[in-house]
C-alpha cells in the first residue's frame, strides 16, 4: 500500500492527463485544482510517514491503517461519512465570510448557540408532532447560530472591530453561557453527574440515513454545501458578494449594500453552523450539554481553508478529514501511536496545501506557450 | 486576622497575584505578537508555539536538570516556528492568518504527541525571589514571590516601546509594517526583516510557554494553555500594537483570570462559568468601545492583512 | 441488596452473552484469544482518572490469552459509538469499558443495543430495568476513602480549615465534597471545609488559582476531585500546605506534604471481572462497592500524620471493612443552608441510590452548588 492509494483524493490527483497537449492547457486551471492539492497531500503524507518512521513505525503500515480505517471497509466508510457530515456545515461558517474577504473563526461558538437554541425550540414545543419540531429546530438553530456570526459581521461593519478576533472570543463566551445554562436553568434536575438540558424525546430526534448508520446531518450538510455554492457563483447576490470581497472600496462604488452582504453572508455562515448544532442535538445527543463542544467548529475551519474557501470542494475535504479522524483510532490501536498524531497530520497537510498555493498558475507543462 | 485569614482582602490579593502569576505568558506572547505585527504580519500559530514552548522546557529541563536550558531551548523551538511560519508566508498568495491556524495545530499536536511521557515525571522548576520579606501577611508574601521572567517581561515592554521609536531595527521593523515598497526602495529585504520579526516573537512565545510548565502552574499536561496564546494575539490588537499597552493589558488579563476562583472563595458562587470568561467578555467590550468604523485602527501597521 | 436491584434472569443473560471458554486451573486462560477494548476520554497518563484506569487495563494485559486494546482522548460524542464499533468490527472486541461517565447515555446504551452479544462494561453509570441486559455499569464508593482522608485531614490541619478543589457540582462530586467534610468533623467537630469549583475537569491554570486562593483564606490541608490532581498537589506543597490525593497515588509530587488519599483500585477489579466471566458467572449489571470490595483503596499514610489521626482513620476503614458496613451519610444530616437533608432515624447506607442523586453540601462545607 503506498502514499498515492492512502486515499481517493490523491488518487484522482494522479489521473495521467491525456496526450493531447491542448486539452492540458485548455483544461490547465481546472487540473489545477486537482493536482496541486492532490500533491500536496502526498507530500504531507510523506512527511508524516518520516515523523512516524522516527519513531520506528513503517510507514507503509500507517498508511494502510490509515487507508483501512478511513476508506477500508463499508463500516469504515459510515465512521468517516459520519464524521465529516458536521465538518461540512461548520467549514461553511469560514467559507462563505471569506468570499468578502473575511476571516471568521467561531464556527464552534455558533454551533453552540444553535444547539441551544435548537435545544430550546424542542423543549417549547413538546407534545406537538415530530416533524413540526424538528422544523422549529431546524429554524432555532439556523437563527441561533446565524444571529452569533451576525454579530460578529455587525461589529465588523459597525465598529470596525476585527472578525477574527471577535468570533473567537464569542466561542469562549458561547461555551460558558452553554455551561452555565446546562448546570442552572436549563438543567434538568435528573441529569446527575452530566449536567444537561432535559431531553427533546426519542420521537424528535432525526435519525440515520436508512440503511446506514449516517445520521441524517450529512444531508443536510450535501444540501447546505450546494446551496452555498450555488448562492456564490450563480446568483447575482453571490456575484455582488465576490465584487465586494475582491475590492470593498470597488463594490461601495458600484452602489453595492456592502453592509447588507456582511450581514447576510455572516447570518448564513453562523445558520450552517448553528445547523451542525441542531444535527448534534437532534441525531447525536438528544440534548444539550458540554460535550456538544467536540471542536467541529474548529477543523471546519480547516477544511474550509484546504477547500480554498470553495463550498463544493469542502465536500470531498471534510471526508477526507472525517476519515483522517475515523482512522486515528486505528492508528492508536494498531500502531501504538498517541492520540495526537491525527493533529500532527492535519497541521503538516494545512502547512502543505497552503505552501502550495503559491504553484498555481506557475507549472510549467500547464501553461502553455504564451 | 488571629486566625491568618484576611477575609475579603481575598479578591484583591488574589487579582494582584494572578496579574503577577497568570499575566506572563500573556505579556511574553503578546509582546512578540508586536514585534511580528508591526512588521507587517500576523501569527496567529503562537498557541501551538506557547503549548510547544511549555513542552520543550519541560523536557529539556527534566533531562538535562537545568529549567534554564530549559527556557533557552523553548526560545529556541519557538523561534524555529516561527522560522517556518515566515517561511511559508513568503512564498506567493499565502494568506498568513491561514499559515498561523495551521501552525497552531501542528504546534499543539507535536507538543502532546512528543510530551506524552513528560505527563509524569517532575522537572526542576524556576526559583522564585521572594520580594514579600518586608511583609508578615503570608499572603502577601506569597504573592510576591515573583519569578524573575516575569520582571524581564516587564522590563521589555519599555525597553520595546523605546526600540520600536529610536533604533534602526525598530525603525526597519515599522518600515515593513506601514510600506514594504519603502522598505524595499531603502534597500532591505522585506521577507528577511519579516522572517527575524516572526522568529523574534516566536523565541518569546516559546519563552511564555516555559513560564507555563516550569514556573505557574508549574508541570507539563495537554490541558495547560487554555487559549492563552491566542488570547494573547487578540491583546496586540487590542494594546494597538504598543508594547506597554500590551503589559497593562496582559495585567489586566492575568487579574482577570483570578478572578472566578477568588470570588468563590469568599462566598460569591454563582455564575462562575460567566466569570471565568470574563477576559473575553471584557476584550470584546474594549475592542467594541475603542475601535471605529471611520478609520484604520491608530497604531497599526498598515501591510497588516487583518487590518487592510 | 446485594450490588443493586437485579433478578436471577438477567444474571444468566448477562453471562450467556459472553462464550469466553472455561477456567482451567488457577489462573484464568481462554481457549481463544479474547479481545477487551478500553476507552479513555482523556490521556492515558493525566496521573489521575484515566491513569488509574489504564492501570486497571495493564492489570489485564498479564493474563496470558487476554488482548487489550485501547484508545485514549474520546470525546463522549458519537465518536464513542464509531470507537466502540470500530474495536468490534475492525478488533473483535467482545467486552468493551467506556470508561468516561458521558459515554453511557445515549452512546453506551445504543451499542449495547446494536450488539446484544457483547458485553458492556460502563464505569460511573445507573444501570437500570430499561437499559440493555447486556450493559452494566461499576462504579467504587470513593467516598469512602474521601472519609478517611477527611479524618486525616482534620486532625493535621492547624487552623481547622480544608480545602478542596472540584470541577463541577455534580452528585459524585457533592458526594466526595461531603464525605470528607464530615470525615473532618469527626476528628475536629469545628472544622470547615471550603470548595471552589473550576468549572471543568482539567483547567491547570484555573486549578492553581483555585488552591493560591484558598491557601489565602486559611486553608492549610486540601483534596480535590478534577481529573489529574497533579496541579492542585504541586502548587499546595509549594505554598506550605498540606495535601490528600485523589484518583491515584500522587506522593512522588509531594512526599512531605502527602497525607493520604483516596484511590481507584481497579487494577483488582478488572482482573476480578475477568475472571468472573471465565469461570461463567455474570457480572451484576448495577455493580458497587467500596474498600471492603476492594474498589478502592487509600494512599499509605505519610509521615506528617500523627499516631491519633492514623488510629481514629484505622479504627473507621476497620469499620467500613466489617461485615455490617458503615454509614458515612446518617440520619439528622443537615445542609450548609440549615435544612434536614437526610431525617433522623433513617441512615443511607452506602449502596442507597439516594446518594448517587446528592445535590446538597452538608453543614460544615462553605460553598454552593450552583
Redesign the interface.
Known amino acids: 500500500m503506498t502514499a498515492e492509494a492512502a486515499d481517493p483524493a490523491e488518487a484522482v490527483g494522479t489521473v495521467a492527463p491525456a496526450a493531447d497537449p491542448g486539452i492540458l492547457q485548455r483544461h490547465g486551471g481546472a487540473i489545477e485544482y486537482v493536482l496541486i492539492p492532490g500533491a500536496a497531500l502526498a507530500g504531507a503524507l510523506a512527511v508524516f510517514g518520516i515523523f512516524v518512521a522516527m519513531f520506528g513505525k513503517n510507514p507503509l503500515d500507517l498508511y494502510f491503517y490509515m487507508y483501512y480505517g478511513a476508506f477500508g471497509t463499508w463500516f469504515s466508510w459510515q465512521n468517516t461519512l459520519t464524521r465529516a457530515a458536521p465538518l461540512i456545515l461548520t467549514a461553511l461558517c469560514t467559507a462563505l465570510p471569506a468570499q468578502l474577504g473575511m476571516v471568521i473563526i467561531g464556527g464552534e461558538g455558533a454551533l453552540l448557540i444553535g444547539a441551544l437554541s435548537a435545544t430550546s425550540a424542542a423543549l417549547a414545543l413538546q407534545g406537538l408532532p415530530p416533524l413540526i419540531v424538528q422544523i422549529a429546530m431546524v429554524i432555532g438553530g439556523v437563527i441561533g447560530g446565524g444571529l452569533w456570526i451576525m454579530l460578529a459581521g455587525a461589529l465588523r461593519q459597525y465598529r470596525g472591530v476585527n472578525e477574527t478576533i471577535s468570533s473567537l472570543l464569542l466561542v469562549y463566551i458561547a461555551l460558558a453561557v452553554l455551561n452555565h445554562l446546562v448546570e442552572g436553568a436549563m438543567r434538568d434536575p435528573a441529569s446527575l453527574n452530566k449536567p444537561s438540558t432535559r431531553e427533546i424525546g426519542a420521537a424528535n430526534m432525526i435519525g440515520s440515513i436508512p440503511g446506514t448508520d449516517v445520521h441524517w446531518g450529512l444531508v443536510f450538510g450535501l444540501i447546505a454545501a450546494v446551496a452555498a455554492y450555488i448562492l456564490i457563483y450563480h446568483t447575482v447576490f453571490g456575484f455582488a458578494a465576490r465584487v465586494a470581497g475582491g475590492n470593498i472600496r470597488a463594490a461601495r462604488i458600484v452602489g453595492l449594500g456592502v453592509s447588507k452582504l456582511i450581514l447576510t453572508i455572516c447570518f448564513l455562515a453562523g445558520g450552517a453552523a448553528g445547523l451542525a448544532g441542531m444535527v448534534e442535538v437532534a441525531a447525536v445527543q438528544g440534548r444539550a450539554n458540554a460535550n456538544l463542544a467536540a471542536g467541529y467548529g474548529f477543523t471546519g475551519i480547516l477544511v474550509a481553508f484546504l477547500a480554498r474557501q470553495n463550498p463544493l470542494a469542502i465536500i470531498p475535504v471534510a471526508i477526507l478529514l472525517g476519515g483522517i479522524s475515523a482512522s486515528g483510532g486505528l492508528l492508536q490501536r494498531r500502531l501504538g501511536l498517541p492520540d495526537a498524531s491525527v493533529l500532527v497530520l492535519q497541521g503538516i497537510i494545512f502547512v502543505f496545501v497552503l505552501g502550495s498555493d503559491a504553484l498555481y498558475g506557475r507549472i510549467g507543462f500547464l501553461k502553455g506557450k504564451s | 486576622m488571629a486566625d491568618g485569614s484576611i477575609g475579603l482582602w481575598t479578591v484583591p490579593l488574589a487579582v494582584l497575584g494572578g496579574a503577577i502569576r497568570v499575566s506572563t505568558p500573556f505579556l511574553f506572547v503578546s509582546l512578540g505578537e508586536c514585534i511580528t505585527e508591526r512588521s507587517g504580519r500576523i501569527n496567529l500559530g503562537l498557541e501551538g508555539t506557547l503549548v510547544m514552548g511549555a513542552m520543550s522546557a519541560y523536557g529539556i529541563s527534566y533531562l538535562t536538570g537545568s529549567p534554564w536550558l530549559g527556557v533557552l531551548a523553548a526560545g529556541i523551538t519557538g523561534a524555529l516556528l516561527g522560522a517556518l511560519h515566515a517561511g511559508i508566508c513568503s512564498l506567493p498568495r499565502v494568506n498568513d492568518i491561514a499559515v498561523g491556524i495551521a501552525l497552531m495545530l501542528f504546534g499543539t499536536g507535536l507538543a502532546f504527541y512528543l510530551g506524552k511521557p513528560l505527563i509524569e515525571p517532575t522537572a526542576p522548576r524556576l526559583p522564585a525571589i521572594d520580594f514579600g520579606w518586608w511583609s508578615d501577611i503570608p499572603q502577601l508574601r506569597a504573592v510576591l514571590r515573583i519569578n524573575v521572567m516575569f520582571l524581564i517581561g516587564v522590563a521589555l515592554a519599555p525597553i520595546l516601546y523605546w526600540a520600536f521609536r529610536t533604533t534602526r531595527w525598530g525603525l526597519l521593523i515599522r518600515t515593513a509594517g506601514e510600506s514594504s515598497d519603502a522598505a524595499r526602495a531603502m534597500g532591505y529585504s522585506v521577507l528577511l526583516i519579516r522572517l527575524r520579526a516572526t522568529m523574534v516573537g516566536g523565541f518569546l512565545a516559546g519563552i511564555g510557554g516555559s513560564f507555563l510548565s516550569l514556573f505557574y502552574p508549574g508541570s507539563w499536561n495537554e490541558g495547560l494553555s487554555s487559549g492563552q496564546g491566542i488570547t494573547a494575539v487578540a491583546l496586540v490588537i487590542f494594546a494597538r500594537w504598543d508594547p506597554l499597552l500590551c503589559l497593562w493589558a496582559s495585567l489586566a488579563f492575568g487579574g482577570a483570570a483570578a478572578l472566578g476562583p477568588a470570588l468563590q472563595s469568599v462566598g460569591v458562587t454563582s455564575g462562575y462559568h460567566l466569570f471565568n470568561a470574563a477576559p473575553y467578555i471584557l476584550t470584546l467590550a474594549i475592542m467594541i468601545i475603542t475601535c471605529s468604523p471611520k478609520r484604520t485602527l491608530t497604531g497599526a501597521p498598515a501591510e497588516l492583512s487583518i487590518t487592510r | 441488596m446485594e450490588f443493586g436491584r437485579i433478578s436471577r434472569r438477567h444474571l444468566l443473560q448477562g453471562g450467556a452473552a459472553l462464550t469466553l471458554g472455561a477456567a482451567t486451573g488457577a489462573r484464568p486462560s481462554f481457549a481463544a484469544e479474547t479481545t477487551i477494548g478500553f476507552i479513555y476520554v ?2 492515558r ?3 489521575g482518572y484515566n491513569q488509574a484506569h489504564a492501570q486497571g487495563a495493564a492489570a489485564l494485559k498479564k493474563i496470558p490469552g487476554l488482548k487489550v ?11 464513542v459509538e ?2 466502540i ?3 468490534i ?3 473483535g472486541a467482545t467486552l468493551l469499558f467506556p470508561t468516561s ?2 459515554y453511557y447515555n ?1 452512546h453506551t446504551v445504543k451499542m449495547a443495543n446494536k450488539f446484544p452479544k457483547l458485553r458492556f462494561e460502563h464505569c ?1 453509570g ?1 444501570w437500570s430495568d430499561k437499559d440493555p441486559k447486556n450493559a452494566g455499569s461499576y462504579f467504587g464508593y470513593i467516598d469512602e476513602a474521601q472519609y478517611i482522608s477527611g479524618i486525616i485531614a482534620g486532625y493535621s490541619s492547624k ?1 481547622g ?1 480544608l480545602g478542596f478543589v472540584a470541577a ?5 462530586v457533592l458526594r466526595n465534597i461531603n464525605a470528607f467534610a464530615l470525615g473532618a468533623r469527626l476528628a475536629n467537630p469545628k472544622a470547615t471545609t ?1 470548595v ?5 475537569w ?9 488552591t ?7 486553608v492549610d490541608v486540601l483534596t480535590c476531585h478534577v481529573d ?1 490532581p ?2 492542585m498537589v ?2 499546595a506543597a ?2 506550605g500546605a498540606m495535601v490528600c490525593g485523589y484518583h491515584v497515588n500522587q506522593s ?2 509531594a512526599p512531605k506534604a502527602y497525607l493520604t488519599g483516596a484511590e481507584w483500585n481497579w487494577e483488582a477489579l478488572y482482573p476480578k471481572f475477568v475472571k468472573m466471566i471465565a469461570a461463567g458467572e455474570s457480572i451484576p449489571n448495577f455493580y458497587r462497592g467500596g474498600l471492603k470490595e476492594e474498589i478502592v483503596k487509600t494512599s499509605p499514610y505519610g509521615e506528617a500524620v500523627s499516631a491519633e489521626a492514623r488510629k481514629h482513620a484505622d479504627e473507621v476503614k476497620a469499620k467500613f471493612l466489617s461485615g455490617d458496613g458503615y454509614a458515612i451519610f446518617k440520619g439528622g444530616l443537615v445542609d450548609n443552608k440549615g435544612k434536614t437533608v437526610i431525617a433522623a432515624g433513617t441512615d443511607r447506607g452506602q449502596k442507597d441510590p439516594e446518594l ?2 446528592m ?1 446538597y453540601l452538608v453543614e460544615g462545607v ?3 452548588t ?1
Open positions: 482523556g490521556s497518563d493525566d496521573y486494546v485501547e484508545e485514549e482522548k474520546v470525546p463522549e460524542t458519537d465518536a464509531k470507537t464499533e470500530s474495536m468490527n475492525l478488533d461517565f458521558g445515549p460511573g445507573l487552623s480549615k463541577k457540582p455534580i452528585p459524585q471550603q471552589i469549583f473550576t468549572g471543568d482539567s483547567m491547570p491554570v484555573k486549578e492553581a488559582e483555585a493560591n486562593s484558598l491557601i489565602d483564606q486559611g489529574g497533579k496541579t504541586e502548587n509549594r505554598r512522588p509530587l448517587e442523586k445535590d462553605i460553598g454552593a450552583s
